[in-house]
């Protein structure tokens, strides 16, 4: 089995295992880390830090379309370079999965999103479709065997060039010893199977590409003396259910119609939210884990549901990732605010929680004191009003979080917004 790093706060501050461009990079990443960090440790910087938390806005910073960014790696590592540049970033709150290969979706005909030039506009940013590819009826197979049922089922139903994989034999056929055999590789002799496996081989070889060039203009930015605040990323196990498999409206009528099967499935898949969170911030040798909320606001489900379906199951993954030294980073989409009281039973350790639209004098009064702050402008300010009225926003955020154990950042992973708007977001608290 291949050895992981396992990275910690204090190996992060330190930029252990980064080939730094010069001694002076090294410093002004230990300078923009500590500055991080202390936010997070709820101690005082020597300034509020900003993270500009962002999907695609470093293209339309350079002026490049979504559609370019997602087919040219060289054109999106050169708007990477002058997004941190331009703006001198605290850190860098981007990573490349965020913006995959256009190519790599391509060939094995990705349905669980429209992207620029592929069912959205070039102009536009990729859009979530939700494609029903697990029924109610498919709970039993799901609950009993989740590897078998994304293998066979999932992959079949989200991946058009890969529907010969509901040939794909069960694992647990090879407990049959030399009879199992020839079960076990016949169907890689189906032509449907072949075409399968060729096209994941075309999309890994995009997608390896992909990574050559884009991966290693980010390896080059945190080089230079920028840290990087998105290492790994999970999902609440409600959310990952939710998010691909079942639908927002699948699991709001599972919530009514058959709870405890629901409950029963969200819970199989807790484990394997943590070690999702876990392996992906050690692959990228970061401790800060990325956690985007996106089923459990206000508006979503009742109180109750919230407290029995959504919180105890996160809570348990924040509570793994802690053990392990890894940094939970909640971002925590819509509105929080009944949520909050929810919230103060977090378990002990260092973790972000970003708000989008939550009132933050009350985030602040409820969890201020357990966990560092990040967000909230808001969208519509950088993409439609002016640097003065951003500014005012800005410096009122930190005057009612306060200067320790808060992150300026935008109220969402930004995409669209004047530029003129986020350069004074990020020049407010120098």
Same mark, same amino acid.
């Given at each position: 089995?291949?050895?992981?790093?396992?990275?910690?706060?204090?190996?992060?501050?330190?930029?252990?295992?980064?080939?730094?461009?010069?001694?002076?990079?090294?410093?002004?990443?230990?300078?923009?880390?500590?500055?991080?960090?202390?936010?997070?440790?709820?101690?005082?910087?020597?300034?509020?830090?900003?993270? *500009?938390?962002?999907?695609?806005?470093?293209?339309?910073?350079?002026?490049?379309?979504?559609?370019?960014?997602?087919?040219?790696?060289?054109?999106?590592?050169?708007?990477?370079?002058?997004?941190?540049?331009?703006?001198?970033?605290?850190?860098?709150?981007?990573?490349?999965?965020?913006?995959?290969?256009?190519?790599?979706?391509?060939?094995?005909?990705?349905?669980?999103?429209?992207?620029?030039?592929?069912?959205?506009?070039?102009?536009? *940013?990729?859009?979530?479709?939700?494609?029903?590819?697990?029924?109610?009826?498919?709970?039993?197979?799901?609950?009993?065997?989740?590897?078998?049922?994304?293998?066979?089922?999932?992959?079949?139903?989200?991946?058009?060039?890969?529907?010969?994989?509901?040939?794909?034999?069960?694992?647990?056929?090879?407990?049959?010893?030399?009879?199992? *055999?020839?079960?076990?590789?016949?169907?890689?002799?189906?032509?449907?199977?072949?075409?399968?496996?060729?096209?994941?081989?075309?999309?890994?070889?995009?997608?390896?590409?992909?990574?050559?060039?884009?991966?290693?203009?980010?390896?080059?930015?945190?080089?230079?003396?920028?840290?990087?605040?998105?290492?790994?990323?999970?999902?609440?196990?409600?959310?990952?259910?939710?998010?691909?498999?079942?639908?927002?409206?699948?699991?709001?009528?599972?919530?009514?119609?058959?709870?405890?099967?629901?409950?029963?499935?969200?819970?199989?898949?807790?484990?394997?939210?943590?070690?999702?969170?876990?392996?992906?911030?050690?692959?990228?040798?970061?401790?800060?884990?990325?956690?985007?909320?996106?089923?459990?606001?206000?508006?979503?489900?009742?109180?109750?549901?919230?407290?029995?379906?959504?919180?105890?199951?996160?809570?348990?993954?924040?509570?793994?990732?802690?053990?392990?030294?890894?940094?939970?980073?909640?971002?925590?989409?819509?509105?929080?605010?009944?949520?909050?009281?929810?919230?103060?039973?977090?378990?002990?350790?260092?973790?972000?929680?970003?708000?989008?639209?939550?009132?933050?004098?009350?985030?602040?009064?409820?969890?201020?004191?357990?966990?560092?702050?990040?967000?909230?402008?808001?969208?519509?300010?950088?993409?439609?009003?002016?640097?003065?009225?951003?500014?005012?926003?800005?410096?009122?955020?930190?005057?009612? *979080?306060?200067?320790?154990?808060?992150?300026?950042?935008?109220?969402?992973?930004?995409?669209?917004?004047?530029?003129?708007?986020?350069?004074?977001?990020?020049?407010?608290?120098?």
């Amino acid at each position: 089995m291949m050895s992981l790093p396992e990275p910690t706060l204090e190996s992060w501050i330190g930029g252990e295992g980064i080939d730094f461009e010069d001694e002076a990079a090294r410093e002004q990443y230990r300078t923009r880390a500590q500055r991080y960090a202390d936010a997070i440790l709820r101690e005082e910087p020597d300034r509020v830090p900003v993270a *500009v938390l962002s999907t695609f806005y470093p293209a339309f910073h350079h002026g490049i379309t979504p559609e370019t960014a997602m087919n040219d790696g060289e054109q999106l590592s050169a708007a990477l370079l002058h997004f941190v540049e331009d703006l001198d970033l605290d850190v860098l709150a981007w990573s490349t999965p965020l913006v995959p290969s256009a190519r790599s979706l391509e060939a094995v005909d990705y349905r669980g999103f429209d992207w620029p030039g592929d069912g959205s506009s070039p102009e536009t *940013v990729y859009q979530a479709k939700e494609p029903d590819s697990m029924t109610a009826e498919d709970y039993d197979a799901f609950i009993r065997d989740p590897t078998d049922y994304l293998i066979r089922n999932y992959l079949p139903a989200t991946f058009g060039e890969l529907e010969g994989m509901a040939q794909f034999p069960q694992l647990i056929s090879l407990s049959l010893g030399i009879a199992s *055999v020839h079960p076990f590789v016949l169907p890689f002799g189906l032509p449907e199977v072949q075409e399968a496996l060729d096209a994941l081989e075309e999309a890994g070889e995009a997608a390896l590409e992909w990574e050559g060039i884009v991966g290693a203009t980010v390896e080059e930015i945190v080089a230079s003396g920028h840290p990087q605040s998105v290492g790994g990323i999970t999902l609440a196990p409600y959310d990952m259910l939710g998010d691909m498999f079942r639908g927002t409206r699948g699991i709001m009528m599972d919530l009514k119609r058959q709870p405890d099967t629901l409950l029963e499935a969200v819970e199989r898949l807790t484990p394997w939210a943590i070690e999702l969170g876990i392996t992906t911030a050690r692959v990228n040798n970061n401790p800060h884990v990325f956690i985007p909320l996106h089923k459990g606001a206000d508006r979503f489900m009742s109180q109750d549901e919230f407290e029995e379906f959504y919180w105890p199951q996160l809570r348990e993954v924040i509570e793994a990732l802690l053990e392990e030294g890894l940094v939970p980073w909640l971002f925590a989409e819509g509105s929080y605010e009944n949520r909050l009281e929810s919230l103060t039973d977090l378990p002990n350790g260092p973790m972000v929680w970003h708000f989008q639209n939550t009132d933050m004098s009350m985030a602040a009064e409820a969890i201020g004191d357990q966990a560092c702050i990040a967000g909230n402008v808001p969208t519509s300010l950088l993409y439609t009003s002016d640097p003065e009225a951003v500014r005012d926003y800005s410096r009122n955020l930190v005057e009612t *979080v306060g200067e320790n154990g808060f992150i300026l950042a935008p109220g969402v992973g930004l995409d669209e917004a004047k530029p003129e708007n986020v350069r004074a977001m990020v020049n407010s608290v120098r």
